[in-house]
């Protein structure tokens, strides 16, 4: 099974960019689709991003859409989340997973890493 470290987090003001990467060791790294999601204090952890096994489909929650962008290097077995203007409402921890779209193109993480923290001041 492949296991996933992320790291790149930190304080940024409001309007910078992170970027955030996630290395996976183990398991077949370029088979899977991987995504990221956050979880900002007291509340439910949300969907941010994934992107196809190839790389090259992509789909973003509706509040980060033009910001952020999800890309995958195989041979690097790294994915990554550059995130622009970011905003205080932004502010939590962000979780890289591998997973794969079901029949209805549903995506399904089975694996996580750690989290890393994002804090944007205003």
């Known amino acids: 099974q492949v296991q996933l470290v992320e790291s790149g987090g930190g304080l940024v003001q409001a309007g910078g960019s992170l970027r955030l990467s996630c290395a996976a060791s183990?398991?077949?790294?370029?088979?899977?689709?991987m995504g990221w999601s956050r979880q900002a204090p007291g509340k439910e952890r949300e969907f941010v991003a994934t992107?196809?096994?190839?790389?090259?489909?992509?789909y973003y929650a509706d509040s980060v859409q033009g910001r952020f962008t999800i890309s995958k290097d195989n041979a690097k077995n790294t994915v990554y989340l550059q995130m622009n203007s970011l905003k205080p409402e932004g502010t939590a921890v962000y979780y890289c997973?591998?997973?794969?779209?079901?029949?209805?193109?549903?995506?399904?993480?089975?694996?996580w890493g750690q989290g890393t923290q994002v804090t944007v001041s205003s």
């Open positions: 992107i196809g096994w190839r790389g090259g489909s992509t």
């Open positions: 183990g398991g077949t790294f370029s088979s899977h689709a």
């Open positions: 997973n591998a997973g794969a779209f079901n029949y209805h193109s549903d995506y399904i993480p089975t694996t």
